[in-house]
């Protein structure tokens, strides 16, 4: 079996989606401070930061439920 054709391990495709999720809120918070003067994109800017840190929340809370079934 080749390594493409392995399954992925699950916590490395966690750990993919939370720095893809982090990534979301640098770059929209570089976007925020380049666009202080535009009240409307400043908002859309801080709503994306705002998802993906709920979703980044939602991520942890899957991380933390098998160890805390341990």
């Known amino acids: 079996m080749t390594a493409d054709h392995l399954p ?3 916590g490395r ?3 993919h ?3 893809n999720l982090l990534a979301v809120i640098v770059n929209y918070s570089e976007l925020i401070a380049e666009e ?3 009240a409307a994109a400043v908002k859309a800017d801080i709503q994306e930061v705002r998802s993906a840190a ?3 929340i939602a991520l ?3 991380l933390a ?3 805390a079934s341990s």
């Open 8 to 10: 992925e391990d699950p």
């Open 13 to 15: 495709a966690l750990i």
């Open 17 to 19: 989606e939370f720095r």
């Open 36 to 38: 202080s003067g535009d």
């Open 54 to 56: 709920e979703r980044a």
């Open 60 to 62: 942890t809370d899957q």
């Open 65 to 67: 439920r098998p160890a």
